[in-house]
């Protein structure tokens, strides 16, 4: 696998949500390695900002930026567009955008929100690069998950509307998705070419959980007792720069090493069903 600083000089790494928190971090961490980090954000304002501040604290004049709404497809296929145009090589693909939304609301698409930015846009982007990321292998794909995803169920019949939403089901579900989206992607994936993971980068004090009411005082008090933005990044920066990342292929990953999931995130006819529905949804 790659691990030079030579060769990590020729590798471009994309970084989504990486206008802020795990993601400014982890776009900092790959630049600092060497990598041109393509950073994408959805304001261009506070992205442009976020690409100067890793710009000045790398010292690498190799990050550029790229926007998109990922709760709209069509903007998802407009990023997939411009980032194969742009480059040739496409090395790492790290999925980190993600949304908590305190208000049940449905996507551009029709589908609910949570489930849209978090699972159908990574699963859209990812196919998307995928021909791009064999074609520069050996490549990585990096989804950052939660433990947010335990004790979640999934009912794909129901999957855009849930009946039951609540915030944090439908957050829980999205992770969830998110872990059976990895093992799904690695079942099809040659290890050797690209390597697919996903992680848990721990309780993390981001913006995340600011949104209102009794969610955000919870949050703000347990903030204190939460990792930094920097350490989050820790763990997707080291699967994106670990020599060797086969031993991961598949796996879900906490504090850099490999962790047991939620029983229903090894449910492979489970992870069958999302997988056909999900490309059924994107229109794949």
Not at 62 to 85: C, G, I, K, P, W
Not at 185 to 190: F, I, M, N, P, Q
Request: hydrophobic fraction near 45%; aromatic fraction near 6%.
């Amino acid at each position: 696998m790659i691990s030079s600083a030579e060769d990590r000089a020729q590798q471009v790494a994309v970084v989504t949500g990486a206008s802020s928190g795990i993601g400014l971090h982890t776009a900092l961490g790959l630049a600092r390695a060497g990598m041109r980090v393509v950073m994408i954000g959805r304001d261009g304002a506070r992205t442009e900002q976020a690409r100067r501040w890793v710009t000045e604290r790398s010292g690498s004049d190799r990050v550029d930026m790229a926007l998109a709404d990922f709760s709209r497809l069509a903007e998802v296929r407009r990023l997939a567009d411009e980032l194969l145009a742009g480059h040739d090589r496409l090395d790492v693909l790290i999925n980190n955008a993600g949304l908590l939304s305190p208000h049940y609301r449905l996507s551009a698409d029709g589908f609910e929100l949570t489930f849209a930015v978090n699972h159908l846009a990574p699963f859209l982007l990812t196919a998307l690069l995928l021909d791009r990321l064999k074609a520069s292998a050996p490549a990585r794909i990096i989804t950052v998950a939660s433990e947010a995803h335990r004790r979640n169920r999934l009912d794909v019949a129901h999957i855009t509307r849930p009946p039951d939403w609540t915030m944090m089901r439908a957050y829980g579900r999205s992770k969830l998705c998110n872990v059976l989206f990895t093992r799904g992607l690695a079942s099809r994936l040659e290890p050797d070419q690209v390597v697919a993971t996903c992680l848990h980068p721990g309780m993390v004090a981001t913006a995340i959980g600011q949104r209102g009411g009794l969610v955000e005082l919870g949050w703000r008090l347990a903030k204190p007792f939460m990792i930094s933005p920097e350490g989050g990044a820790e763990t997707p920066v080291f699967l994106a720069t670990v020599p060797d990342p086969k031993q991961f292929h598949g796996g879900y990953v906490i504090r850099k090493t490999l962790a047991q999931p939620d029983p229903a995130a090894l449910d492979s006819d489970l992870a069958r069903r999302l997988w056909d529905e999900s490309a059924r949804l994107v229109g794949l």
